[in-house]
């Protein structure tokens, strides 16, 4: 009796209605894409909507059990719960069934179960005991490699899967790195690249190259501030560059443009180095090998592109970014996604009043594209209304992570929040043209046992070490 | 110091997570409530409209005899994404057509504009109702087809074609010039079906159904409450005596040239013939493309309306204009006399035929002296009170106009021809200034020359004369259901011959066709016993070929019912086979019997297709 009293006493209950309030909102639009005048009756388990009433149930049975549990054996069990994982994986690699061309399901009876959901708890853990492990820190060679393994062993998996939306939300891990001690740079760093790929696959190789240059002249401002060699260094590698053009022009030396461009940049790279030597100055240093990286970076980023991702990703990202325009082909899932949010309007259709995701223009309408049905029938104001609710139930997480004062749980925690961020961005995201389509589920949201019951241990083994953070009962 | 590092980390965490879903609320700010485009396409892909098509209003005939009526077919369609392989063969002959011609509306339908797979296309037009009932028994077995009811155009008897006209399918400029049409709407082409189309068709409905991404049919759109009904087109009443009209045809096989049949007091067309003509059936239905080029390609024309495009010198029938004129400007009276012998001698001179002389107006008319006319005109031209040749003929232009020549009458038929009025400055440039005289066109004097009027133009001009100096613009609708007709067709045109000369020129055609026996009347052919016809015959010369033979008349004398043309080309004389199919329609109108069997099977049987040839 005691125990009980301690558990909802102690339970944050502002994140456990939210966590409710959205799985239910989630029910009631899979009901709405599914619903029509032959399918109303809500206990009808042949339909998706019933199915989902078990899912459901099942997800607040298992909410009981983990806040019921001894929160000990999270982090005791969270190797061995990993290494089963990684078997589950690896024998649903080799025996698994194939859905939409990825090996990620594992039959039981009629269902299946995708491993792929439960790898991102075990990872989260496994991540979380590694780094709340005595003297772990952030900081050498070995703790990097311990970390890559830790993440990329699931992460390689479920690559070879074939289901790359699933491996992607590994990388969302990254804030949990940066949480504990990952230099700020690397991330900025990351992001940066990020934002040069795009570029690279948009515009040509000189106004890429003129745009990092640009960064790295401001960035040697910044740090030296000696505003006068900064400019004494585009000027020159403006005059070399023009010199390059003229004798390219005169003497029909026919040299590419990327070239004309490549060459004073690189010099002044050179020049870089040489400087930071001369004047003892590391930040320069730093900025030279940033050039250098860079270029090289978005060289290679067209080889990536061109060879390491499949056609179907190519299409993805190329429609994404307008180069590629193919309504009816490649872009039909995320045109038809947009119109059908997009015709909802201010206020929305109403609900089970949505005709675009009802009569199956939408694809996935109950599964990843479920945001659809939100934006049709419930219109802007329901929208931002469920994404807020999604924001606000991160931030909550967010504190509720920051306030254990085990690191083993605060690690977890920034595990949990990072995973259902990138999930609820990118899912959102890709439904409205943001990014590009990623076959990955909205939390709460989609229909499916496997991601319900995942996200909902994700989130409860958090709920229950932050009962009892002011000790154990 | 270490916390505060950390606990900074969380903030840039938590801004990180706030801006990406800023940045969606953004996005999905401009997407639902800025950007309205989107509502569109979910209205385009959910919403489809399926025409109702009205039934096309029916052409009554001015006794109330259906004309033109409606019948139906059935335009076949497809869902090319639901059909399944099927027995071709057994297909096209249920339907009766060839293996080739179903495959060949497979292909055609694919390659048709805005073919989608997940549409229903038109694959087979117009289907007859007898092939598509046997067609309905097996039509089970065949999945992704539909059936399209429409209507199409019936003619019995299969009279008056040129003047109904043909409806089609609209083209790519109909739908350009008028947004009401869509892809696979009919029009009207030619005749009543063109300038009574917006009377005609009606209002098309539609129904608005919601569909699913296959194209399957969800429900109606809002409970209909979007919906609107095929509203029928409304019935028209034709002037058209489709007795007369289906007589005249009769007459005019195997003969060439036109009859216009006109009511003088209200200007309604009686019957309008332009010969050879075709079975208005052959332009409906799956056929009309192959019959129309057949028709095209036939060397009489058939399908060109003669009545009102083509050109003719009006020949002897324009003297009456001329002896109105002379009357009118005081050049001759009645009783001014001319010798004729045998022609008119002056200048290049104007041959005669033997008949009395000297003659007096009413003479002149009766006996068609060229000699008598050529003496008018030049009094007219050279009339010294407008001194110069230009001046008198100005004046002879503008009461030769007054009589609707050189214009048109603005009937209510498509592409009407005005015919040709020379000017001054036509001759000025013929010749050149100065270097023409009233001896130069003294053609004209005659109906000759440089003068061309339609058959149309003619008729309108017998009927001026019944009326003694007005007329109505011809028309060919008498009423419309529900509707008023156009009030330019009730408006008085006043010629500017004043009413008392009509009686001279009545006088002299009533002679022309009851004259004495060795009077020199040129048409007593035409002549009936119980019925005063007032006539006057033409023998048009022609460059083409033998003389055009025309003549025309009003009846009866005192209360003119009926002022026809008749125009047949290459047949000679005007007394030989114009006068009598002109007498011929008369009585059958005013009596609706033929008391003269022989002359009706004397025409009847006449095949004057071949002077043409003979000719050359």
């Known amino acids: 009796m005691q125990r009980r009293n301690n558990i909802l006493r102690n339970l944050d209950w502002v994140a456990t209605i939210l966590y409710v309030v959205l799985v239910l909102m989630g029910w009631l639009n899979i009901y709405a894409a599914v619903y029509s005048d032959e399918h109303r009756n809500i206990l009808d388990f042949s339909q998706r909507y019933g199915k989902q009433l078990v899912w459901i149930f099942f997800a607040f049975l298992m909410a009981i059990v983990i806040l019921y549990s001894n929160d000990r054996i999270y982090p005791a069990f969270a190797y061995i719960f990993y290494g089963i994982i990684l078997i589950t994986l690896i024998s649903t690699l080799l025996f698994g069934r194939v859905v939409n061309a990825s090996k990620s399901w594992i039959p039981i009876g009629s269902f299946g179960l995708q491993p792929a959901e439960f790898a991102k708890i075990a990872t989260a853990l496994a991540l979380a005991k590694l780094m709340s492990s005595y003297g772990f820190k952030l900081s050498g060679f070995w703790s990097y490699v311990k970390v890559a393994v830790i993440i990329g062993l699931p992460v390689g998996i479920i690559l070879l899967q074939n289901d790359t939306g699933s491996a992607l939300v590994f990388g969302a891990l990254i804030l949990v790195l940066y949480r504990e001690g990952l230099p700020a740079w690397i991330l900025s760093y990351l992001v940066f690249l990020v934002i040069v790929f795009i570029l690279t696959l948009v515009y040509s190789t000189p106004v890429l190259i003129t745009f990092i240059f640009v960064v790295a002249v401001t960035l040697f401002v910044v740090f030296t501030r000696q505003h006068r060699d900064a400019f004494r260094i585009s000027i020159g590698a403006a005059g070399i560059g023009l010199l390059l053009y003229i004798s390219s022009e005169l003497f029909h030396l026919r040299l590419s443009n990327a070239l004309i461009f490549l060459i004073p940049v690189l010099i002044s790279a050179v020049l870089g180095f040489l400087y930071a030597y001369k004047n003892r100055l590391r930040q320069v240093y730093a900025i030279s090998f940033f050039l250098i990286a860079t270029i090289g970076f978005s060289m290679s980023a067209d080889y990536v592109f061109e060879r390491v991702l499949d056609v179907h990703h190519q299409k993805r990202i190329n429609d994404l970014l307008g180069i590629e325009d193919d309504p009816l082909g490649w872009g039909y899932n995320v045109n038809q996604s947009k119109i059908a949010i997009g015709s909802g309007g201010f206020w929305g259709k109403g609900y089970l009043s949505g005709t675009q995701t009802k009569f199956n223009f939408v694809p996935e309408q109950s599964t990843d594209f479920i945001f659809c049905t939100v934006g049709e029938e419930w219109g802007f104001l329901g929208s931002t209304v469920v994404v807020l609710l999604i924001a606000l139930f991160l931030l909550r997480l967010l504190k509720i992570a920051e306030r254990q004062t085990e690191h083993f749980a605060r690690i977890y925690g920034y595990g949990v929040v990072s995973i259902l961020f990138f999930h609820a961005a990118v899912n959102i995201g890709m439904t409205i043209g943001l990014v590009p389509v990623i076959g990955i589920p909205l939390p709460f949201f989609s229909y499916g046992g496997s991601s319900l019951w995942a996200f909902t241990i994700l989130v409860f083994i958090l709920l229950r070490f932050d009962a009892s953070r002011y000790g154990a009962y | ?616």
């Open chain 2, 1 to 616: 110091m270490v916390l505060r590092a950390e606990s900074s980390r969380r903030v840039v965490v938590s801004v990180i997570i706030m801006l990406v879903f800023a940045a969606i609320i953004g996005k999905l700010f401009y997407i639902q409530v800025i950007d309205s485009s989107y509502k569109f396409s979910a209205a385009n892909n959910v919403l489809r409209y399926i025409t109702q098509y009205p039934a096309r209003g029916l052409v009554l005939d001015r006794h109330g005899v259906p004309m033109v009526s409606n019948k139906p077919v059935f335009d076949i369609l497809m869902v090319k994404r639901q059909v399944k392989p099927f027995d071709t063969l057994e297909f096209a002959t249920m339907l009766g057509l060839t293996v080739e011609q179903v495959r060949d509306a497979f292909i055609q339908a694919t390659k048709q504009k805005g073919y989608s797979p997940r549409k229903a296309v038109v694959l087979l037009k117009q289907i007859s109702a007898e092939n598509f009932a046997r067609f309905q028994e097996v039509m089970y077995k065949y999945q992704g087809f539909e059936i399209q009811p429409r209507t199409v155009r019936s003619y019995n008897p299969p009279i008056a074609a040129h003047l109904l006209g043909y409806v089609g399918e609209v083209d790519d400029r109909d739908i350009k010039n008028n947004p009401y049409y869509q892809q696979g709407d009919y029009i009207g082409i030619s005749g009543i079906e063109r300038s009574y189309e917006h009377i005609l068709r009606g209002k098309k409905g539609v129904k608005i159904f919601m569909v699913d991404v296959h194209n399957r049919i969800k429900g109606s759109y809002e409970q209909g409450k979007f919906d609107t009904l095929a509203i029928p087109g409304k019935n028209i009443t034709s002037t058209i005596d489709a007795r007369l009209q289906e007589y005249g045809e009769r007459l005019m096989q195997n003969k060439i040239g036109s009859i216009v049949a006109i009511e003088p007091k209200t200007g309604e067309v009686l019957a309008m013939i332009s010969s050879p003509t075709y079975d208005p059936n052959l332009l409906v239905g799956r056929q009309r493309t192959a019959n129309f080029k057949v028709l095209q390609q036939d060397s009489l024309k058939p399908i060109f309306n003669r009545s009102i495009m083509a050109l003719y010198p009006p020949g002897s029938t324009f003297k009456v204009v001329n002896a109105l004129i002379g009357l009118q400007e005081g050049v001759v009276t009645p009783e001014t006399r001319y010798s004729c012998y045998g022609g008119y001698t002056v200048g290049r001179g104007v041959g005669c035929h033997n008949h009395p002389s000297p003659t007096n107006l009413i003479q002149s008319i009766q006996v068609s002296c060229n000699t008598y006319y050529c003496h008018v005109f030049r009094n007219i031209i050279d009339k010294r009170e407008f001194g110069s040749v230009e001046n008198g003929f100005s004046v002879w232009k503008r009461h030769v106009e007054s009589f609707g020549y050189g214009n048109k009458l603005n009937i209510d038929l498509p592409h009407e021809l005005k015919g040709i009025v020379p000017s001054v400055s036509f001759y000025d440039k013929y010749f050149r200034k100065g270097g023409w005289n009233s001896l130069t066109i003294i053609s004209l004097a005659i109906g000759q020359g440089e003068l061309s009027v339609t058959p149309l133009q003619m008729a309108n001009l017998v009927a001026t004369i019944a009326n003694k100096g007005y007329y109505i613009a011809p028309h060919v609708v008498k009423s419309i259901e529900g509707d008023t007709l156009n009030s330019l067709y009730r408006e008085k045109h006043i010629t500017s011959i004043e009413p008392k000369y009509f009686d001279y020129i009545i006088e002299g055609m009533d002679l022309a066709v009851n004259g004495a026996p060795g009077s020199g009347s040129t048409a007593r052919i035409a002549a009936l016993p119980d019925i005063r016809i007032c006539g006057k015959t033409g023998t048009a010369q022609n460059p083409h070929g033998k003389d055009h033979s025309v003549f025309f008349a009003f009846a009866p004398k005192d209360d003119p019912k009926i002022a026809i043309s008749v125009y047949i080309e290459n047949a000679g004389f005007g007394a030989t086979w114009a006068a009598p199919i002109a007498s011929l329609m008369i009585e059958k109108y005013l009596k609706d019997s033929i008391s003269r069997p022989d002359l009706e099977r004397y025409i009847l049987d006449a095949n004057l297709l071949d002077r043409r040839a003979k000719a050359k």
